[in-house]
Structures are given as C-alpha cells and as structure tokens.
C-alpha cells in the first residue's frame, strides 16, 4: 500500500492532481476510512467470541468433622453450559448479521469518501478559474483608476468621480483577496480528505471543468426507485433490522434457565465416594425476558421507522439534485448560447466605436468587465451543475449504471 501511494503521489507531483488521481489517493491514504475499516475487525471479533462455549465451571470443599474417627467430607463438582450447545449457533447468526450491518456502512463510508473528494476538487477548479477572472477585473479595474486620476489631474472629471474608481479598485483587489483564502481553505479541504501532510500537502490541480460531455440523466422515477433499492445506508439499516430480530432470539424464555450440565463427586466421612451426574439450572418464572422482548421490538419498531424515513430522504434528495442539475443545465446554456456570444459582439462592436471616439474609455472597460463578470457566472453555474450530478449519482447509490439496468 505504501509503495502505491508513493508512486501516485510522483505522479500527482509531476503531472498534477486530477479528479480521479484524488479519488485513488484518498481510498489508499485518508486515516479516518481506514480506522472505520477496523469495525469490521471488531465484527469479526465478536463472531469469533460467538462461536467460543463458557469456560467449564470447577467447585471443590473441604469440610472437617466434629469427631474422631471420620475422614475428611471432600465436595468436588465440575459442569458446563448445555445451553450453549444451542446459543452458539444463535449467537453466530447474530454475529454474522452485524458483520453484514457493517459491511454496508463500510461502503456508503467509501462511497462518502470519493463524493466529498471529487466535491473538492470541483471547488478547487472552480475557484482557481473565478481566480483568474477576478485578476482580469483587478486590473480592468486598474486601469480605469489610473486614467481617471490622470484626468482629475487634467481638470477633465472632479475628484468625486476619480476616487470612486479608485474605491472600485480597491474593492476589487479586496474580492480577490477573498477569493485567494477561500482557494487556500479548499486545498486544506482537500488534504484533509486525501490523508496529506507536511511535504505531501504540496501540489497544483490539472484538468478543466468541462459539461459538454456529461451523458444525459436516466429517468427520475427510475433513479428514485433504484435509490431505495440500492443505496448501502438504506441497505444497511435493512441488515440492522435482521440483526435486530437474530440478537432478540438470544433472548427467549429458555435462554433463562442457565442450565449446567456435570459431574458431582463427594467422600463420606465414613470413607466411601459417591459420584453421579449434577444438574443446575434457574427456573424462568419472574423473570423470562419480558424487558429484553420489549427492549428489541422497540428497537425493531424504530428501525423499521428510520429505515421509511432514510427511503423518503433519498427519494427526496433524488428529486431535489435531479431538478438542480436541469436548472443549472438551463443557465449553461442560456450563458453558452446567448449571453457570452452576445457579450463578445458588444466588446468587438464596441471596440470600433472606440476607435473612432464614439465610445469612451470606460464605457469600453465596463463592456469588458461585463463579460469577465458572465464568465465567472459561467463558472459558478458549471461548478453548481457538476455538484448536483456528484450529489445526485451519490444519491441512486454511486452509479447512473444501476438505474439504466433497470430501464
């Protein structure tokens, strides 16, 4: 394992960090995944600890007689737990239903893991690209400081309409500023998530966003039903309620009896042994599990509710990142096809009219600024569009693939 994150952080460090590369990191390398790993271990533990009988049970007494001329009266007894014989296979199926419990936590915990990796990387790239859109407008913003001062200098404009471009360019070197912390918390973010530190936390994304190429969605009802069917945490608390009705058998009336199974031996004072069978057992009259039946079918009950209720939120979250990613969609395309063109012409047309001093300055400057400004909603409607897809395939249980199988 060592030897493939070594070579996996080379190559991130050569060829920078892509989505998937995180995404690989992170399943080899983030410590909170691996110690949630060790439940299992403990799951194991305990079908180990099921399958063990009690240990066998050993009295012995001495006692002294009275008079004279009687030997010792010495009391041996050895025994085990019959009931054993028939709680072990219980408590292994009991045992076994929790390891199938954790096993489908195990899994929405990776499947949570490589959401919140490639929810990263995505604001990460966002926030490099709105970066560089916002030093565009700095220096917009620059420029339109710079000659409104010369033109205050010049007597053409006062000094209220100089110092408000001034404040304009301060405003936008403070944004992006801004911008700057919020790009250094998303790569913190981001080693957090990978299991990096030190010289390791070191490293430049590679790749472009891109939401031309993403496949249209399958059909909402479809991904509803497939959520409910094939998302692990619902399956897990499915396996819950199993488990739950395996470990109420442990607790039926019989279970009370302790019953001991053995071998009595005794000397007489008068010199002779006797030895035969010993039975010991409770009889399950006042208590017979009343408190542990009532105990598990109230666990049982709230279960079965948490289950209906973890079914509703998924269909819910389907419908709710299904109906984000059309809206965002929607804005793409609206930026895509009209505005950025549009936007473009302006600039072009605009540049004319300046070249022949029928535009002025910041006129020109402002037309430019309106489309960093649409370029940098561009961005955040993409970002917001690929989320809601990562929400949303995270939300049918991890792949568009299950849902079209079922089509």
């Given at each position: 394992m060592s030897e493939i994150k070594n070579q996996l952080l080379e190559e991130i460090q050569q060829e920078g960090l892509t989505q998937e590369k995180a995404v690989q990191l992170a399943l080899i390398n983030n410590p909170d995944l691996f110690a949630y790993y060790e439940n299992l271990e403990l799951g194991y533990?305990?079908?180990?600890?099921?399958?063990?009988?009690?240990?066998?049970f050993f009295s012995a007494s001495v006692r002294f007689p009275s008079k004279s001329g009687y030997s010792l009266n010495n009391l041996f007894d050895a025994a085990i737990s019959f009931l054993d014989l028939f709680l072990i296979p219980l408590r292994k199926r009991a045992a076994e239903a929790e390891i199938k419990v954790i096993e489908s936590q195990i899994g929405q915990r990776v499947l949570d893991l490589v959401k919140e990796v490639q929810l990263h990387w995505l604001e990460l790239k966002a926030l490099e690209v709105q970066l560089k859109e916002e030093g565009k407008r700095v220096e917009l913003k620059q420029m339109a400081a710079a000659l409104a001062s010369l033109q205050n200098k010049a007597g053409n404009i006062n000094a209220l309409s100089a110092r408000s471009r001034e404040i304009e360019y301060e405003n936008a070197v403070e944004s992006l500023k801004g911008l700057e912390a919020d790009l250094e918390a998303a790569r913190e973010k981001m080693n957090r998530a990978l299991g990096l530190f030190g010289?390791?936390?070191?490293w430049k994304t590679t790749g472009e966003l891109d939401g031309d190429k993403e496949?249209?969605?399958?059909?909402?009802?479809?991904?509803?039903?497939?959520?409910v069917e094939?998302?692990?945490?619902?399956?897990?608390?499915?396996?819950?309620?199993h488990a739950i009705a395996q470990r109420a058998k442990l607790k039926a009336w019989w279970t009370y009896s302790n019953l001991l199974i053995g071998v009595s031996s005794e000397m007489q004072p008068e010199g002779f042994t006797t030895t035969g069978p010993s039975i010991d057992l409770q009889i399950p009259i006042f208590n017979h599990g009343q408190g542990e039946k009532k105990r598990y079918n109230s666990q049982l009950e709230q279960a079965q509710k948490r289950l209906l209720s973890k079914a509703v939120q998924a269909c819910s979250e389907v419908r709710e990142f299904y109906k984000t990613a059309y809206k965002y969609r929607s804005q793409l395309e609206d930026l895509n096809i009209k505005i950025l063109p549009n936007l473009e012409k302006q600039i072009i047309a605009g540049q004319a009219h300046y070249n022949v001093m029928t535009l002025g300055s910041y006129a020109l400057l402002d037309l430019k600024e309106n489309e960093i400004q649409a370029k940098i909603e561009h961005v955040r409607a993409l970002q917001h569009y690929k989320k809601a897809r990562i929400e949303l395939l995270h939300a049918?249980?991890?792949?568009?693939?299950l849902v079209r199988r079922q089509q």
């Open positions: 533990a305990d079908l180990l600890e099921a399958g063990l009988m009690q240990n066998p010289k390791e936390a070191f496949p249209d969605l399958p059909d909402l009802y479809q991904m509803e039903q497939a959520a094939n998302r692990l945490d619902i399956e897990a608390i499915r396996r819950e309620v049918v249980g991890g792949s568009f693939a």
